[in-house]
């Protein structure tokens, strides 16, 4: 477990005019995040197929932003997969730990809550924070844009940089 330290988590969520499971087997079709999350480059399951318990997954971030000349691989492992409710990642290199949530609520039959956090910790995360924080960042904002996008509507997301842990989508 990672203990969130200043700046972290990164967390925001936003509320979605589509049923949850919907948003559930958007997120499910890997292959096909570039589609809609503008941070993905390319991403997938090593074997094909879609999000799966303790499988792994690889993509390539885009830049956070146009002017910079980046692309940047990363490979998870899957380790936490709650049907409508969440799935969460983790990538271990030496020197760097990181956690990715995405998070799932109904709120009806129609809508739903979506929203990402993340954490990390490690030299190698502390020698960059600050390009860390702004990627975590970028992370958070691109998705809950694609999903409202996909929603074709849905309500301003709200985004936290937390000083402290919060209690935003547990």
């Given at each position: 477990m990672i203990v969130p330290s200043i700046g972290l988590p990164v967390e925001g969520y936003t509320t979605l005019d589509m049923?949850?499971?919907?948003m559930w087997n958007i997120q499910?079709?890997?292959g096909r995040w570039r589609d809609?999350?503008?941070c993905f480059a390319c991403s997938a399951m090593i074997g094909g197929g879609p999000l799966e318990l303790g499988?792994?997954?690889?993509?390539?971030?885009?830049?956070?932003?146009?002017r910079y000349w980046y692309k940047m691989p990363a490979v998870a492992k899957i380790v936490e997969l709650v049907p409508c409710r969440r799935v969460t990642w983790e990538v271990k290199l030496p020197g760097f730990h990181a956690l990715h949530s995405y998070r799932f609520e109904?709120?009806?039959?129609?809508?739903c809550r979506?929203?990402?956090?993340?954490?990390?910790?490690?030299?190698?995360?502390?020698?960059?924070?600050?390009f860390w924080?702004?990627?975590?960042?970028?992370?958070?904002?691109?998705?809950?844009?694609?999903?409202r996008g996909l929603a074709g509507s849905g309500?301003?997301?709200?985004?936290?940089?937390?000083?402290?842990?919060?209690?935003?989508?547990k």
């Open positions: 049923p949850v499971e919907r499910l079709d890997v809609w999350n503008t499988g792994t997954l690889v993509f390539v971030f885009n830049p956070i932003q146009r109904r709120l009806d039959e129609s809508r979506y929203g990402s956090w993340e954490v990390a910790e490690g030299p190698l995360y502390r020698i960059a924070e600050g924080l702004a990627h975590f960042g970028y992370v958070c904002e691109s998705s809950l844009r694609g999903a309500r301003p997301p709200r985004y936290t940089r937390a000083q402290t842990p919060t209690k935003n989508l």
